[in-house]
């Protein structure tokens, strides 16, 4: 669905919706839109991960905090159980399987292989973090696994996340640009699917949304 559509959707739909849904569905669309915009890869990665944060993080008390890689993944695991015509499978199955394989066989998003650069962990830890997710994506694999699958796939995902936010990296560097461009598309083709699915259930438990708007 394109971002007009799914933007004239929501305008259609929001008056009976709750309220805390509406802010994160405004705020994942216009982030979207941005990202549509960018010209360059690192631009519209960013702006997708936006997007993608809008959409999933919640407001939790500080003793309770989950982690951010959990959280998101509560998140992701949600909407796989919600998506009753397996629109999610399609695109990972399909559309993306073989990105997501080259994906899975490159260190440079993996994150314990920049701990053992930084020297926090020895070699032999990272290669052997890296082979247990690499099994784990292929158990997923074999046995049809979405929500498994995109756990171990966001993990990739949030570590040039990392990269790029936290000035890892160069601005439209030369190194490493075809794991960007792989990460870019599979993060186009599940952002726009993930705001239509919460579209589709306005009335699950979303949880409140971060930093709201407050009237003066």
């Known amino acids: 669905m394109t971002y007009d559509a799914l933007k004239q959707r929501h305008r ?4 009976g919706y709750p309220e805390d849904l509406n802010l994160r569905i405004h705020r994942a669309l216009s982030w979207w839109q941005r990202a549509l915009m960018a010209e360059d890869d ?41 998506d009753r015509d397996k629109r999610i499978d399609a695109l990972v199955w399909q559309e993306f399987s073989g990105r997501i394989r080259v994906l899975l066989d490159n260190p440079y998003v993996f994150q314990s292989f920049w ?25 997923a694999l074999g046995s049809g696994n979405t929500p498994m699958l995109l756990g171990v796939i966001f993990n990739r995902l949030y ?19 075809q794991q960007l461009r792989d990460c870019t598309e599979l993060l186009a083709g599940l952002v726009p699917l993930l705001i239509e699915l919460m579209l589709d259930h306005p009335n699950t438990l979303w949880g409140e949304a971060c930093y709201p708007v407050i009237q003066d």
């Open 12 to 15: 259609c739909v929001r008056d």
């Open 159 to 177: 570590t040039l996340r990392n990269q790029l936010m936290h000035g890892g990296a160069t601005w439209n560097g030369s190194v490493n640009r």
């Open 115 to 139: 701990d053992f650069h930084s020297g926090r962990i020895g070699e032999s830890d990272w290669k052997e973090r890296f082979e247990r997710g690499k099994q784990k994506a292929h158990h």
């Open 42 to 82: 690192d631009g519209r990665y960013i702006f997708l991960w936006i997007a993608f944060n809008a959409a999933y993080a919640t407001q939790i008390d500080e003793q309770s905090r989950l982690s951010e890689s959990a959280t998101f993944k509560a998140f992701l695991e949600k909407l796989c159980g919600l």
